[in-house]
């Protein structure tokens, strides 16, 4: 047994001891008039998660996956292939994106990693390697990878999460770097919900609308040249996917497996997370949206998963910052079911 299957094993549903406890309490505390609405439920979710129905400040990770992408060459992207180097060097040298900016504000330790960046990395410090392959292949003409590539891609997600989970972390925050990126998104959000290329696909780093008729097209012949099969996680992963995305939907699955909770990002890490889904519905139990992004079939694609965003500030990048600002207003929930708790047993109103 892989060790995919055997993470699959180990994910159990949700503690609904706990979580039964945790929205007594909030029922019973003193709160004024009405409650605090969804951070309750954000509270009792990830009491539900961890088994703890008073749980503590928890212990954030931010994951950032990086690759690149054959379909690049077909001309769906505004920015040069390069950019996915760029991006990723100033995570882990200058640490002066966005990303570093929010895993600072949320107090989240950050991992970057390489799985399939078409260009030589191994000299980058603070550089995590897992790289598969150079890049995918151009999924207008094939499959992105093989089915045994798609699967290392998940187990390398799962293998970083395993190792921060034991070092305590109860939070994984996700995202992703890599330019043409949101064509396979739409691939796999399109694959997986049978929908066509014009329902799901967007603008991506916000191209023209001559370019997005274009992608459109290539969106469109990727779904019809594979045919990926929406009962087969891996399948669409391998036929139309990106590494990082199999990388994310591995943190989840591994995540999960550890009872810990996964916040996922914008419309990359949500394609993620149906990947994730089709190997193991329990898994969703296991996530928390963030934010809304620009892409048109975000909001439905989430609500295919059964979730819904937080926020939405129009949001175009998926580097987990987001998932940062989220992060932060479930620690805010929690320090104040735990405020509150205690001044109940104090018998101290709120």
Known sequence: MGLLDETLNRIQ???????????????????????????????????????EAIPDKPKCCMV?????????????????????????????????????????????????????????????????????AWGTKDITEGPAMTRAQAIQAIETGIEIADKKAKEGYKVFTIGEMGISNTTSSACILGAFNHWNAIEVTGRGTNISDERLRHKVEVVQQALDVNQPDAGDGIDVLAKVGGFEFGCLAGVILGAAANHAMTIIDGFNTTASAFIARALL???????????????????????ALGLAEYIDLDFRLGESVGAGIQMKMLEIALAAFRECVTKEEAGVKA
């Open 64 to 132: 950032i996956a990086c690759a690149d992408h054959g379909v690049y060459k077909q001309g769906v992207s505004a920015y040069p292939q390069s950019t996915t180097v760029g991006m990723t060097k100033s995570y882990v040298v200058a640490k002066g994106a966005s990303a570093n900016a929010m895993a600072y504000y949320a107090g989240a330790d950050m991992v970057v990693v390489d799985v399939g960046i078409n260009h030589d990395m191994s000299r980058v410090p603070g550089l995590l390697p897992r790289k598969i």
């Open 281 to 303: 519905p329990e898994v969703v139990n296991y996530l928390m949206a963030s934010h809304l992004s620009l892409e048109q079939a975000h909001k439905k694609s989430l609500a």
């Open 13 to 51: 549903p949700l503690d609904q001891d706990a979580m039964e406890q945790a929205g007594q309490r909030w029922s019973d505390l003193y709160l004024g008039m009405g409650n605090l609405g969804k951070m309750e439920d954000m509270v009792v979710r990830y009491a539900g998660i961890t088994g």
